[in-house]
């Protein structure tokens, strides 16, 4: 059974940068993309980028783009999301999360691809 967890939330202010870890076990997380999804209170779950088990292609959400990148070290199974420029609206728990595609070069960015998924971490984006 593939287990993540995440840290590296926090309280930041605006502009403000964070990375995030998401450190697997349990399996090779070589064999899976990853993505990062955040949810605030009142709002549905979000894909937010991801990342092909190959580390090939990554797949961000138009908000965070050029603001977010997600990396990874699958020698180490983990899997980074750099977070530079915050908003206030970028406040959420953030997740990881696994998915198995038939392919290295793809991942998306919908929940009901991802199987495995970490407890979450919250981000606080506020002055």
């Known amino acids: 059974q593939l287990q993540f967890v995440e840290s590296g939330g926090g309280l930041v202010q605006p502009g403000g940068s964070l990375r995030l870890s998401c450190v697997a076990s349990?399996?090779?997380?070589?064999?899976?993309?990853i993505g990062w999804f955040r949810q605030s209170p009142g709002k549905e779950r979000e894909g937010v980028v991801c990342i092909s088990s190959g580390g090939g292609s990554a797949n961000y959400e138009a908000s965070v783009r050029g603001r977010f990148t997600i990396s990874r070290d699958n020698a180490k199974n983990t899997v980074y999301l750099q977070m530079n420029s915050l908003k206030p609206e970028d406040t959420a728990v953030y997740y990881c999360?696994?998915?198995?595609?038939?392919?290295?070069?793809?991942?998306?960015?919908?929940?009901?691809?991802?199987?495995?998924w970490g407890q979450g971490t919250q981000v606080t984006v506020s002055s």
């Open positions: 349990g399996y090779n997380l070589g064999y899976y993309a």
């Open positions: 999360a696994a998915g198995a595609y038939d392919t290295n070069y793809y991942c998306g960015l919908q929940d009901h691809e991802y199987d495995y």
